[in-house]
Structures are given as structure tokens and as C-alpha cells.
């Protein structure tokens, strides 16, 4: 017996061992190392489990915290600038002319009528076509023009009309040019130096001390102007306005032709039929400097000092 033992003692190889059931001891062995480190395992599925669920939350978390501290900032700036840019571009679009009430002066059946239009743009010229209307009637159209940030009177003058009442005014065609920054660097300035006009000594006398005439209230319009810029043209027109305190109580026109630099006119007018009476008397050239036709050459301006004097007095008879 005792020789049978230490046969197998000393003869049995467990390595070998094969379980008819397809067990082998490597597996038993390997099964007992999982069961003996199965709270090691269990920690390693937590930790590789909370790094994912890390990794998942992290990644959201972080572009969120991105988004809110530096993409909305970007986005609001964004919106500030596109803000920006369409006032920028609102500025950039030439707002529409203003045109004041329509107002008449009727004298032996014959009607002045005039609006002062307004260009509110600092940067645009407006050059617009008109007519004054009598219902659908047009008794009075042409065309004009409106420098940047310029008033002026729109008139047409002695007119048959019916109705008063059915007068109005209608610009049809407008159209805008911005102003050239290359060509008029300072706008207002070139305007000044273009437009230096002097008008001096203007007189305004009612008929009753002109002594005119006897029988019709002839007024008289007196005034000096002098050319004060380095520019001859070929027609200054001129816009005549009569105040009666802050009322304008007469409206007339007058085109100074041929007029040279340095050059001085005395000018009169016979204003004929005013009613009221006059306390300020404005003159307002209305030149288009920036068309080309305006100005005379050099020779044009020698042939006109050959003719005349450049003292002269000009004579016109209004008609209403």
C-alpha cells in the first residue's frame, strides 16, 4: 500500500490531467484568480465607466462654457457691428427732399406761387424736375437742383389761375449724386469760394416815393453786387426775396448775365402792384457750380471787357 502512494506521489503529473467533463486545471486555476480578484475588476469597470461618462459630459460642458464666454461675446459684438453697419448704411441713403406748404401772391388776376424745398442730406447733391399744378393741370414746370444741406425757393410767377385753392406742387423726378471727396474736399468752403457774391446798398421803394408813375403802384428794387470769386459766368441767377417782418410779402427772379470776376453791377427792378410793406430785403444766388456750362473761358471773358465797363447798371421791368 505504502508503495502505491508514493507511485503516485512521485509519478502523477496534474498538468496532464484531463477531466472527461472538457475541464482542465489552467481553467480552474484561472477561474479561481477571477473569483479571488473580483473586487479588483469591479473597481477597474468603475473607473473606465466614470471615464466615459466623464469623457461625455466634458466634452458638451466644455463648448458650452466656450460657447458662453467667448462665442456670445462674439456674437453680440457681431450684432453690434452689423447694427452699426446698417445705421452706417441707413446714413448712406439719401433721405427724400422736404417741401413746405405752397404759398401764393395774387395780383390783377395774375398768381406767384412758390414752396421752399429743403435737402437734408449732408453728403448728396439732388438735382429733381417739378411742376406746379392746377388740379391735374401743370401751369409751371422745370427743373433745379439742391446742394447738400440747401433751402431754397421753388417759383413760378404770374399765372392765370381759376382756383386757388387746387394749386399744388409735384416734384415727378429726383435724382442723386454723392458728393466727390476727391473733387470738393471741403464742400462748404468750395461753395463759399464759388458763390462770394457782395450785395450792398439794397433799397426797396414803395411806389408812392418813386414817383414812377401816377396812376400804377410802381415799386423799385435798388441793390449793388460784386464779384467777389475768381470765376466769370455766363448767367448768376438770382432769387429775390421780400420780407414783411417773418412773412415773405413779394417773390421774384433775375439772371445776371456775363458777369466776370472783380466785376461790380448796380442793378434796379421795377416791382410793380406790392401790397405791404417791406422790411428786409434777401438775395439768393441760384448757381449751379458744379455744371461746367456756367463759367466762361478766357477769351470770352476779354471779348465781354472790350464791350463794356465793368461799372454798369442793369434795367429790367417785371411784369406780373
Request: with cysteine; hydrophobic share 35%.
Amino acid at each position: 500500500m505504502e508503495n502505491d502512494k508514493n507511485l503516485n506521489s512521485n509519478n502523477l503529473d496534474l498538468d496532464k490531467y484531463q477531466d472527461l467533463g472538457g475541464i482542465s486545471t489552467k481553467k480552474l486555476e484561472f477561474g479561481l484568480w477571477v473569483i479571488s480578484h473580483k473586487r479588483m475588476f469591479l473597481r477597474v469597470v468603475v473607473i473606465v465607466l466614470a471615464i466615459v461618462a466623464f469623457g461625455f459630459l466634458a466634452y458638451p460642458t466644455y463648448y458650452y462654457a466656450k460657447y458662453f464666454l467667448h462665442e456670445r461675446r462674439q456674437e453680440k459684438l457681431s450684432a453690434q457691428d452689423l447694427s452699426a453697419i446698417n445705421i452706417t448704411a441707413s446714413k448712406n441713403v439719401a433721405q427724400p427732399l422736404i417741401v413746405s406748404a405752397l404759398k401764393t401772391f395774387t395780383v390783377n388776376k395774375k398768381t406767384d406761387s412758390y414752396v421752399e424745398v429743403e435737402n437734408p442730406n449732408d453728403k448728396y447733391f439732388s438735382y429733381f424736375s417739378y411742376c406746379f399744378m392746377e388740379g391735374e393741370k401743370e401751369i409751371g414746370c422745370d427743373s433745379a437742383f439742391a446742394f447738400p444741406t440747401e433751402k431754397k425757393y421753388i417759383l413760378t410767377l404770374a399765372k392765370e389761375v381759376e382756383k386757388i385753392g387746387s394749386l399744388s406742387f409735384k416734384i415727378k423726378t429726383t435724382s442723386w449724386n454723392r458728393v466727390d471727396l476727391h473733387k470738393y474736399p471741403n464742400w462748404p468752403a468750395t461753395l463759399l469760394e464759388h458763390t462770394n457774391f457782395k450785395f450792398d446798398n439794397v433799397k426797396f421803394s414803395t411806389g408812392d416815393s418813386t414817383g414812377l408813375s401816377d396812376k400804377i403802384n410802381l415799386n423799385l428794387l435798388e441793390f449793388s453786387v460784386v464779384n467777389n470769386t475768381a470765376f466769370s459766368y455766363w448767367e448768376v441767377p438770382l432769387t429775390i426775396v421780400l420780407y414783411s417782418g417773418a412773412q415773405v410779402a413779394g417773390i421774384n427772379h433775375y439772371v445776371l448775365e456775363e458777369f466776370i470776376s472783380g466785376e461790380k453791377r448796380n442793378v434796379q427792378i421795377v416791382w410793380p402792384n406790392l401790397t405791404g410793406s417791406v422790411s428786409d430785403v434777401k438775395i439768393f444766388p441760384n448757381l449751379d457750380i458744379t455744371s461746367d456750362g456756367v463759367y466762361m473761358k478766357i477769351d470770352n471773358v476779354g471779348q465781354k471787357m472790350e464791350k463794356n465797363n465793368t461799372n454798369q447798371t442793369d434795367y429790367t421791368d417785371y411784369q406780373p
